[in-house]
């Protein structure tokens, strides 16, 4: 049986921090170069290197065969500058360092692959489709990306924190397939992944439209400074709980609001489809760490 907590309970212990592990110091460097708008790849790639598992793992990201690049790449500098692009490897090097000390094996119903699927599937959607979004602000193709692999990033807190209840969470979800991740995580908590996210993200500073896309990015109410991010990220994870469970509605109306045009939209759509199977072996890859 699950223990039920209170929404107070759940967000004391996420704001102390006393049960999550501490922002490493390569994620706090790479936070500032978020901060400071640093597009100096020689920079990066220096952090980067000052963590040995994450240089391999950027480097296997960057000759996997979903960025298709021709030849083997076999540092940092060329992994960004050759295949990745600054944009692409800061965002997935600091997500990785984020979410590298959460523990998930203790919840054997929680798959660490789908969650990175997810991730990586909204954050390439979103870029793509932020260059189309007509309501402004638009959003920076950066920002999207970064804010495409963060938006579950509360999902990993309550795992790392609440196994067994979170278990509960999996299992009744595969008992009532209606029932939404939000709902189940509330019955058992007090609070659900997004409100976890929001917090945690605000503890930890992530710049602000992170913090606006992971709380809100569920919200169709939400009508905030970051509104065109926020939705555009809402629409990519939907879209992207589709890729894994065909029977996941997506609200298409999304589109007009944004003003993307759909038949473009449906051209990007169609690409990570056939991409489906190298996905899922990037995935696999993020999880590894």
Do not use: C, D, V, Y
């Given at each position: 049986m699950h223990i039920s907590h209170t929404v107070t309970e759940t967000r004391l212990e996420i704001q102390k921090l006393n049960r999550l592990p501490p922002m490493s110091l390569v994620a706090q460097e790479l936070l500032a170069v978020f901060a400071e708008g640093d597009m100096d790849v020689q920079r990066i790639a220096a952090i980067i290197e000052k963590d040995p598992p994450l240089l391999a793992r950027l480097i296997g990201l960057a000759n996997s065969a979903y960025f298709g690049y021709p030849e083997r790449v076999a540092t940092a500098e060329d992994a960004i500058f050759k295949v990745l692009g600054i944009?692409?490897?800061?965002?997935l090097?600091?997500?990785m360092v984020l979410a590298g000390p959460f523990r998930t094996s203790h919840c054997p119903s929680f798959h660490v692959d789908e969650y990175w699927a997810s991730a990586m599937v909204t954050a390439t959607l979103a870029q793509r489709l932020a260059r189309l979004v007509e309501e402004e602000p638009r959003p920076h193709g950066g920002n999207a990306y970064l804010a495409g692999l963060l938006h579950n990033l509360g999902l990993l807190a309550l795992v790392h924190l609440y196994p067994d209840e979170?278990?509960?969470v999996f299992d009744r979800l595969a008992q009532e397939p209606g029932l939404s991740l939000a709902a189940a995580e509330t019955a058992a908590l007090g609070a659900d992944h997004l409100q976890v996210g929001g917090w945690l993200a605000r503890?930890?500073?992530?710049?602000a439209f992170a913090v606006a896309a992971i709380e809100h990015h569920r919200d169709v109410a939400y009508n905030g400074e970051y509104q065109p991010l926020v939705r555009l990220i809402g629409f990519c994870a939907q879209w992207a709980a589709r890729l894994?469970?065909?029977n996941e509605a997506v609200d298409?109306?999304?589109l007009t609001a944004l003003g993307i045009p759909p038949v473009e939209a449906e051209s990007e759509l169609g690409e990570?489809?056939?991409k489906r199977d190298e996905i899922a072996l990037l995935a696999r890859l993020l999880a590894d760490g």
């Open positions: 944009n692409i490897a800061r965002s090097a600091f997500s979170m278990a509960w503890k930890w500073h992530l710049p894994q469970r065909e298409l109306g999304t990570m489809l056939a």
